[in-house]
């Protein structure tokens, strides 16, 4: 019973390279998300999928790009890193099928290091 | 953009003291719900609040939604160490985005 997984839990990378942060749920759920999360900020949502195939951009999805062939799996890429881009990074999943009362399931979250 | 202010942003406190957390809007939420996260780990899911007015118990946590559903408190009642933690408010939109809004989150130590 994994749930929902993250990797990696850590990445250093350069200012420039492409990064790719995996996320992987085992329980079939439409919706997964990816949120940001930073000290003044809070967590903010980055990108959404409501489906296999079915993606749309939150409230900060410049710098980034996500897919979804397969209903478990919902990579995010940062295409050129950036500094500001450091942040730990949370996906989340959601069967959305009890209306206002769903619950979103976080992954243990990735730190991510742009220098 | 629909923004939640949550207040107080640090609070320390002792064992057994009663505390308030609030979580304010100038938006109507369809939902508010309430996480608690520790370090190095995702939020976890206290509650949801989805009718004006509506009160919920969980133990010694008490949460309450505005009756005009734009603000929530989240009360605890004789505080533990274990009660240490980040608690955000997060508002799910009810016109048609799928992500939730999240508070800056209130930073809760309670001290033995």
């Known amino acids: 019973d994994a749930g929902i997984t993250q990797s990696p839990r850590y990445k250093i990378t350069e200012t420039g390279r492409q990064v790719t942060l995996m996320c992987h749920q085992t329980?079939?759920?439409?919706?997964m998300f990816w949120y940001r999360q930073d000290l003044g900020h809070g967590l903010r949502l980055i990108y959404y999928?409501?489906?296999?195939?079915?993606?749309d951009k939150g409230e900060v999805p410049d710098g980034y790009v996500v897919s979804r062939s397969k209903t478990e799996n919902f990579p995010l890429t940062l295409e050129s890193a950036t500094r500001s881009q450091t942040s730990v990074y949370f996906c989340?999943?959601?069967?959305?099928?009890?209306?206002?009362?769903?619950?979103?399931?976080f992954g243990p979250g990735t730190r991510l290091t742009v220098l | 953009t629909q923004l939640l202010e949550q207040s107080p942003q640090f609070l320390s406190i002792q064992e057994g003291e009663n505390l308030t957390v609030y979580c304010n809007s100038s938006s109507v939420f369809s939902s508010l719900q309430w996480y608690r996260q520790e370090p190095g780990e995702g939020p976890v899911l206290l509650v949801t609040?989805?009718?004006?007015?509506e009160v919920k118990k969980l133990k010694r946590l008490t949460f309450q939604f505005g009756d005009a559903r734009k603000d929530s408190s989240l009360h605890i009642t004789a505080a533990q160490p274990g009660d240490t933690g980040l608690y955000l408010c997060a508002g799910l939109d009810g016109g048609g985005a799928d992500g939730l809004t999240f508070g800056k989150g209130t930073h809760l130590i309670i001290q033995p």
């Open positions: 989340a999943s959601s069967d959305r099928t009890s209306g206002r009362r769903d619950t979103q399931y």
């Open positions: 609040v989805v009718t004006g007015g």
């Open positions: 329980w079939s759920h439409s919706y």
């Open positions: 999928s409501a489906a296999a195939d079915i993606t």
